[in-house]
């Protein structure tokens, strides 16, 4: 089962910075958070992980809270080629454990 | 850099005959994934290698599917006898983590997968 809780859905205008947030309440001290998209009739895409600090990457920003309870993944500005449904994902790295996918978040990024 | 190559992109077959999905992963890459995707199930982790060798094959759904990975550039998912329930999107990823980490870095554009 995934252990994070994301919106069904989300809406942004064009050009603007899309904040899209997960919750991972029972994350534990040596999981990291990973976020990949998927467009349309592609594959999933990797996005950005990190575990504690800030990252930051050409694709996107991931905040993570002090208490690590929840992240946000922040498309600066948003294009249309963006709209997509982005999941939110914890998990140990270089542990055996599967990486889950939930239902993710459906964002439209609207002209 | 290629990415991820699989083949074929799309297949309709009957019911009872053999498929043989394909995936080439990208160079230097040492761990390779199979996933399965449908709109009831989302996306899920069939099988994952690590140089060649396979390491978690949990998520295979019954004995009529195997795969193999016979050396670093090639891997083959084959279902014998295939049924209707077996139509998906099959995805193929890799890695170039090391050791036995099991995060997809980079997927294939997937196979789209009909059995009547």
């Known amino acids: 089962d995934a252990k994070t809780t994301q919106p069904p859905s989300m809406d942004c205008a064009e050009g603007r910075a899309a904040n899209l947030p997960c919750n991972h309440s029972t994350i534990s001290g040596n999981e990291y958070v990973y976020w990949y998209r998927q467009i349309h009739s592609q594959g999933p895409q990797y996005i950005i992980h990190?575990?504690?600090n800030n990252e930051t990457n050409e694709m996107a920003s991931l905040i993570i809270t002090e208490d690590r309870k929840s992240s946000t993944l922040i498309l600066p500005h948003a294009t249309l080629r963006d709209t997509a449904v982005y999941y939110c994902?914890?998990?140990?790295?270089?542990?055996?454990?599967?990486?889950?996918f939930g239902k993710g978040t459906k964002l439209t990024v609207n002209p | 850099d290629a990415g991820v190559i699989q083949s074929p992109r799309h297949e309709v077959t009957e019911m009872g005959q053999e498929v043989t999905l394909r995936c080439k992963p990208i160079?230097?890459?040492?761990?390779l994934f199979w996933y399965r995707q449908t709109m009831m199930r989302g996306l899920e982790l069939l099988i994952y290698?690590?140089?060649?060798?396979?390491?978690?094959d949990s998520g295979m759904p019954e004995d009529r599917f195997s795969a193999k990975m016979p050396n670093a550039s090639f891997s083959t998912l084959k279902i014998q006898p295939s049924e209707p329930r077996d139509s998906a999107v099959y995805f193929c990823a890799s890695s170039p983590d090391r050791g036995r980490a099991t995060q997809p870095q980079h997927f294939g554009d997937g196979t789209r997968l009909s059995i009547l």
């Open positions: 990190g575990l504690k």
């Open positions: 290698f690590n140089n060649n060798v396979p390491i978690d």
């Open positions: 994902i914890v998990r140990a790295q270089g542990g055996s454990e599967k990486l889950v």
């Open positions: 160079s230097g890459h040492n761990s």
